[in-house]
T-cell receptor, first 115, second 116 residues
Framework: GAGVSQSPSNKVTEKGKDVELRCDPI?????LYWYRQSLGQGLEFLIYFQGNSAPDKSGLPSDRFSAERTGGSVSTLTIQRTQQEDSAVYLCASSLIWQGNYGYTFGSGTRLTVV | AQKITQTQPGMFVQEKEAVTLDCTYDTSDPSYGLFWYKQPSSGEMIFLIY??????QNATEGRYSLNFQKARKSANLVISASQLGDSAMYFCAMRASGAGSYQLTFGKGTKLSVIP
């Protein structure tokens, strides 16, 4: 596609439920990143996928968070047993090569609210 | 580890005036890149400008320029001739070169409001 697409744009869920957030990167971009943006905060790195390499999960805040990327394209971020502190905007970004000078192309994000 | 500091939570500027958004950084890596992103209310992060640590000249992109002072570890964004559409959050970010340096480390942002 022309840009990075994320769905849903908004998600309200009850505490304790599982949620799945989807990211469809720019076609041909081999690198994909997930970030989390809490209210009034900057972006917090969560996970990084590059081609067929094992993902870097070092930013995931707990084992309730997981992500996968199928076929080197679409990625899904799953949060199990959601907690209120998980409420945030989850941003996905992709890039052609990780050393690009132009940073990454971001999606519009998924606003997650845990009630 | 890298750290980005943006000390201005909010800024106001009169339309058509210039404004400077501050950014200081901390890294022990000799090679790094500095970025500025704009985030309007729609939520999307829009890339504005990039400065490499070894670049000899300050980066410019249209109305945006980056005032890079390496010794002071600062990378301030200058927006000339502000427009109402410039009202948004602005984030400074850094990526260090080297193994595993794919992450962008972001500051907490500055909310810019342009006054007509």
């Amino acid at each position: 596609g022309a840009g990075v697409s994320q769905s849903p744009s908004n998600k309200v869920t009850e505490k304790g439920k599982d949620v799945e957030l989807r990211c469809d990167p720019i076609s041909g971009h081999t690198a994909l990143y997930w970030y989390r943006q809490s209210l009034g905060q900057g972006l917090e790195f969560l996970i990084y996928f590059q081609g067929n390499s094992a993902p870097d999960k070092s930013g995931l805040p707990s084992d309730r968070f997981s992500a996968e990327r199928t076929g080197g394209s679409v990625s899904t971020l799953t949060i199990q047993r959601t907690q209120q502190e998980d409420s945030a905007v989850y941003l996905c970004a992709s890039s052609l090569i990780w050393q690009g000078n132009y940073g990454y192309t971001f999606g519009s994000g998924t606003r997650l609210t845990v009630v | 580890a890298q750290k980005i500091t943006q000390t201005q939570p909010g800024m106001f500027v009169q339309e058509k005036e210039a404004v400077t958004l501050d950014c200081t950084y901390d890294t022990s890596d000799p090679s790094y890149g500095l970025f500025w992103y704009k985030q309007p209310s729609s939520g999307e992060m829009i890339f504005l400008i990039y400065q490499g640590s070894y670049d000899q000249q300050n980066a410019t992109e249209g109305r945006y320029s980056l005032n890079f002072q390496k010794a002071r570890k600062s990378a301030n964004l200058v927006i000339s001739a502000s427009q109402l559409g410039d009202s948004a959050m602005y984030f400074c970010a850094m990526r260090a070169s080297g193994a595993g340096s794919y992450q962008l480390t972001f500051g907490k942002g500055t909310k810019l409001s342009v006054i007509p």
